[in-house]
């Protein structure tokens, strides 16, 4: 299957075989590095002249491609480029050690990080432009035991952030559930996930489900500079406790109150007793909302927890099925009853098949991956009279989450279920997304 990554292509350029202008790749423009440092670039002429073109073409390249995660592995005398789209890796192109060695100094020197370091992980940004698109790009470079730096760049769209529930496919069905659990002034409301699953962003769609025009909604946490319309951000005081952070905004009246992720046991604590008073949300480290539970009842013991969690969410990113080359096809009876959806589906959709003997057709829109862009599956429990008898009577997480499911409460199957029989994404792709 071609993928639109060859494997001819070198150095990242297309220049070298390509002579035709409507190839010629757009180029990125470094503007400075996240963390306010000046870069000298005349200071630096000879690494300049050495890394800054190859530089502009790798990430250029990679952002035409779209690209949300470039890594640069050298390995002996050669360096491997892996671009990652939509979270999923597809190997790049190949270069000279030498070269990638210049690359990566070249973007920790725009970044505002030590070049004279090689010994340190660091990590840094670079404010850019791509194709008058504001793009931040995230660098980490890690020593390698064999000798070298790992290079990893995270391009963030700062015009496109996935946040609201339409992006992240919330169905109706929940968005009610969270409005009107977060209508009575009471409970934890958590969302959950593994590191790097979206977690934040999946908070924002929860935030954003909640009807901003009927309830006052205060927040007590930075979003990294992102803001929400209809929230009021509570003040800062200097040297103030959290606690009384917390006791100031439930004064002046707030219904829900967005918190910062609840990484400790005190703050925890903290906002589960004040959850008579008013709705909290917050981020919760837990791999899914099942484990949430049982991790928060190992902390806080299983009265308060039944008492006052009102729901936990959770969610994984999985891809779209690409709209201009999905192909439809009739799914046989055998496979829908394998996997859940009802006899009646008359069609399902997945990526062009190769056929073979023949040249596969190349989508200008994803680049011949057969998909495009993500979005969230969620899990959602609601702390209703069986789940909380289950956690006093001390179920485990996969008790919880069959509990939930056997009350139609919305799992990462059932979810995932409905994003296949809407045509958005493909049963292989929930599959690899599940697998992983
Ligand atoms: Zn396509």
Known sequence: MVFGFGKSKSGGSRRDYDSSEEFEIESILFQGALNGKEVDLRANAKLAQAGLVPAK????????????????????????????????PFPGSRMPAQQALAITQMLKLLAGLDIRDRQNAQAGGIVTDYKETPYHLLINTSPLKAGGERLVVRPRNQQVQLETPDDLGFSEDLRVRIRELTSHRRGVVLVCGPPNSGVTTLSFAVIRSIDAYLYSI????????????????????????????????????????????????????????????????????APD???????????????????????????????????ECKQAYRPNPRLLQKVGLPPETKVLYRPPQPIEGEEPDECYKCGSIGYFGRTGVIQAIEVNDSIKELIKSGADASALKNQARREGMQSFQSDGLRLVAEGKTSLEELQRAFKA
């Open 218 to 285: 205060y927040s007590l946490a930075d979003f990294g500079g992102r803001s929400i319309t209809h929230i009021s951000q509570a003040e800062r005081v200097e040297g103030e406790t959290f606690d009384r952070q917390l006791a100031r905004a439930i004064r002046s009246d707030a219904d829900v109150i967005i918190v910062e992720p609840l990484h400790e046991e005190d703050r925890l604590k903290i906002v589960f007793d004040d959850a008579t008073k008013v709705c909290i949300v917050a981020e919760y480290k």
């Open 57 to 88: 073409e790798l990430i250029s390249d990679a952002l035409a491609r779209r690209a949300d995660m470039i890594r640069l592995d050298p390995k002996g005398r050669v360096a491997a480029v892996t671009l990652y789209v939509d979270g999923v």
């Open 289 to 323: 909302a099942g484990n949430c539970i049982t991790q928060l009842r190992d902390t806080l013991g299983a009265e308060i927890v039944s008492d006052r969690l009102a729901m936990v969410l959770s969610q994984k990113l999985i891809r779209l099925l690409c709209d």
